[in-house]
T-cell receptor, first 113, second 117 residues
Framework: GQNIDQPTEMTATEGAIVQINCTYQ??????LFWYQQHAGEAPTFLSY????GLEEKGRFSSFLSRSKGYSYLLLKELQMKDSASYLC??????????????FGRGTSLIVHP | DGGITQSPKYLFRKEGQNVTLSCEQN?????MYWYRQDPGQGLRLIYY???????QKGDIAEGYSVSREKKESFPLTVTSAQKNPTAFYLC????????????????FGAGSRLTVL
């Protein structure tokens, strides 16, 4: 089975830095994804990690430690438009001929002025 | 522009009725997926398909059915057997390719919100 944990909700101030954690226990591991979802809209892809370390993409960075089953998404210079839900998804082992990602429950981030 | 189109955006259903949600993509993706999203539950996989005329059950397939007659289309039918169908339904697609970095990066449609009256 697969178990993915994220905090339910976080709040932060505009201009600050916030770190959203994701821990996972899966049978097999073949990559971890982060998606952003604004209320009532479709999720959009943010980042993908398969090797240990930090991947930086503008204001957003994602970190992975496979030995600890741990990832975080780091958002810098927060803007009001960053208020959204952030979904962690893990691609586990081969199942039915495919590597289907399993999603966590998402972290709702509220950015206030 | 390429993308995924879901329709209708909002749908109301009476108890005992079947309804079909449409999903069409022009990204030339082989794989298509249906997810259900409830408040506080994250995304749960209903069905997925990797090739035309073939599909697999996900974690919560009971009460749902799908077809994949064309590469571009993957409609979902919510049957009367689904006991709690009120939810936000998301269709997605991706390239295949095993464990490569691009594989399974999902492109989502805008979603269909189903409410049972």
């Amino acid at each position: 089975g697969q178990n993915i944990d994220q905090p339910t909700e976080m709040t932060a101030t505009e201009g600050a830095i916030v770190q959203i954690n994701c821990t996972y226990q899966t049978s097999g591991f073949n990559g971890l994804f982060w998606y952003q979802q604004h209320a009532g809209e479709a999720p959009t892809f943010l980042s993908y990690n398969v090797l240990d370390g930090l991947e930086e993409k503008g204001r957003f960075s994602s970190f992975l430690s496979r030995s600890k089953g741990y990832s975080y998404l780091l958002l810098k210079e927060l803007q009001m438009k960053d208020s959204a839900s952030y979904l962690c998804a893990v691609r586990g082992g081969l199942s039915g001929g495919s590597y289907i990602p399993t999603f966590g429950r998402g972290t709702s981030l509220i950015v206030h002025p | 522009d390429g993308g995924i189109t879901q329709s209708p955006k909002y749908l109301f259903r009476k108890e005992g009725q079947n309804v079909t949600l449409s999903c069409e993509q022009n990204l030339n993706h082989d794989a298509m997926y249906w997810y259900r999203q409830d408040p506080g539950q994250g995304l749960r996989l209903i069905y997925y398909s990797q090739i035309v005329n073939d599909f697999q059950k996900g974690d919560i397939a009971e009460g749902y059915s799908v077809s994949r007659e064309k590469k571009e289309s993957f409609p979902l039918t919510v049957t009367s057997a689904q006991k709690n169908p009120t939810a936000f339904y998301l269709c997605a697609s991706s390239i295949m390719g095993g464990r490569t970095s691009g594989a399974n990066v999902l492109t989502f449609g805008a979603g269909s919100r189903l409410t049972v009256l």
